[in-house]
């Protein structure tokens, strides 16, 4: 096929969906929840992306989270084309999966040992049937409006996607496999605890964003995260962080290390590859053991520990690890959230800015976001609105209110101000 540089949007869009599914390799891409043609992009560097027809705008979507560094960092492009001379996949061994793997352990609090995949799907997938084969139990728990990728049984009132496009559930799931899934709301310890005192002894793990990122950023409320593990303990089951956004985000250690609990296993994707397809889950050495070949839980894949995504996961932490970064990504998230609450404030639009680190969503909302429920009664068509004005704009937003948007440490003094400066001519033309 030929380079379609310069070709409207609307040409690339129908020649996608010819081929594609809907045009998309993943369904939010589709701009769906905020109408329009989405926007296809060419390339990226530092804060900033550039469509097909050549127009630039500052990147929020950062990848949907991996690129914290920003678009082609180049110690992470060096590290890549390094390896891909040395060659991009073995099927054997190598010394930079151990690296990593040492890297990781370092950093978060519950892990002794990982095992690398290839996505966070794959991650949250394996750690259950770990759970399963570790507690002898079926049912699985998790909260509505947190998305753990798109495997059977935890397609259950989920967030991201399948909330922006109003699925209840996913036709081709099994009733049987959706029956072992138990749901509670987000941030109500007295429903998990109630859940736990019904059938406790059913229950292999509560899987549980430990921030939530796939209906908008809702920060765990006081109490929660700790009810959590101490339910767990106390029925026996394990406590599941799924840290795929969080891991790194917030914090060098995840959000377990920010709120000080810690699971018993922790799935990561995203910024754990830098921008390469990755995902990984860990836990404690007697836990893990349990995985083929020391152990008889299964799992298995052919471009797990990817040559690629190690290489650019090590040098993508090894940047982190430096004096300072994630405070300079603390002060332009702070800043980047603060001014546009303040513009939705002097504008008369009902707004909330919610924030933990460099993760963000702007809620059009009269009140603060905690679940799925305040979540779902925002203004999507407000929303919508917003969204394209600030793309007019030049800004880069994900195009679902249900979903998080990011700072990276290449969203500078002049990227902040250009971006608040928008907002405001934006919630003008709203007005």
């Given at each position: 096929m030929a380079r379609v540089s310069g070709y409207p949007m609307e040409r690339l869009y129908a020649q996608a969906r010819r081929y594609l599914p809907g045009g998309v390799n993943s369904?939010?891409?589709?701009?769906?929840?905020?109408g329009g043609t989405p926007r296809f992009l060419e390339r990226g560097e530092g804060a900033a992306v550039w469509d097909a027809e050549g127009r630039r705008y500052v990147d929020y979507v950062g990848s949907w989270g991996p690129l914290i560094l920003g678009h082609a960092h180049p110690e992470v492009v060096e590290a890549v084309r390094d390896q891909a001379r040395r060659g991009t996949s073995f099927g054997a061994p190598t010394v930079l999966e151990t690296e990593l793997?040492?890297?990781?352990?370092e950093r978060i609090p519950s892990c002794e040992k990982v095992r690398f995949v290839s996505s966070g799907t794959e991650a949250t997938m394996s750690a259950l049937r770990l759970a399963r084969a570790v507690t002898g139990r079926e049912l699985i728990v998790k909260a509505e409006g947190c998305?753990?990728?798109?495997?059977?049984?935890?397609?259950?009132?989920?967030?991201?996607g399948v909330m922006t496009l109003a699925i209840p559930g996913s036709p081709g799931v099994p009733e049987a496999v959706a029956a072992r899934t138990r749901v509670v709301p987000?941030?109500?310890?007295?429903?998990?605890?109630?859940l736990f005192d019904?059938?406790?002894?059913?229950?292999?793990?509560?899987?549980?964003?430990?921030?939530?990122?796939?209906?908008?950023?809702?920060?765990?409320?006081?109490?929660?995260?700790?009810?959590?593990r101490a339910l767990t303990r106390r029925h026996g089951a394990l406590l599941v962080f799924d840290e795929v956004i969080t891991g790194f985000r917030v914090h060098p250690g995840g959000a377990q290390a920010l709120y000080g609990v810690q699971p018993d296993?922790?799935?990561?994707?995203?910024?754990?590859?830098?921008?390469?397809?990755?995902?990984a889950f860990g836990g404690p050495a007697e836990i893990m053991d349990r995985l083929a070949p020391d152990g008889p839980v299964y799992q298995a894949g052919t471009l797990s520990g990817n040559p690629l995504a190690m290489r650019a996961g090590i040098a993508t932490l090894d940047v982190l690890a430096r004096e300072g970064v994630y405070d300079k990504l603390e002060r332009s998230a702070r800043r980047l959230a603060e001014?546009?609450?303040?513009?939705?404030?002097?504008?008369?639009?009902?707004a909330v800015l919610q924030r933990v680190g460099s993760m963000w969503t702007a809620f059009f909302s009269e009140a603060p976001v905690t679940d799925y429920a305040s979540a779902a009664r925002c203004d999507v068509r407000r929303f919508a609105q917003f969204f394209h004005a600030m793309l007019e704009q030049g800004v880069y937003l994900p195009p679902s209110q249900f979903e998080a948007a990011f700072v990276s440490t290449a969203h500078g003094e002049e990227e902040i101000a250009a971006t608040l400066a928008a907002a405001e001519r934006a919630l003008a033309a709203l007005a």
């Open positions: 369904p939010v891409r589709a701009f769906r929840a905020v793997a040492h890297r990781v352990c998305y753990h990728g798109h495997a059977d049984g935890l397609l259950v009132k989920a967030g991201s987000y941030n109500d310890a007295a429903a998990l605890e109630e019904r059938e406790g002894r059913e229950i292999a793990c509560f899987i549980v964003e430990p921030i939530a990122g796939n209906m908008g950023v809702v920060p765990p409320v006081e109490g929660y995260l700790e009810t959590a296993l922790t799935c990561l994707g995203k910024v754990l590859g830098g921008g390469l397809p990755v995902g001014g546009l609450q303040e513009r939705f404030a002097r504008a008369g639009v009902p």
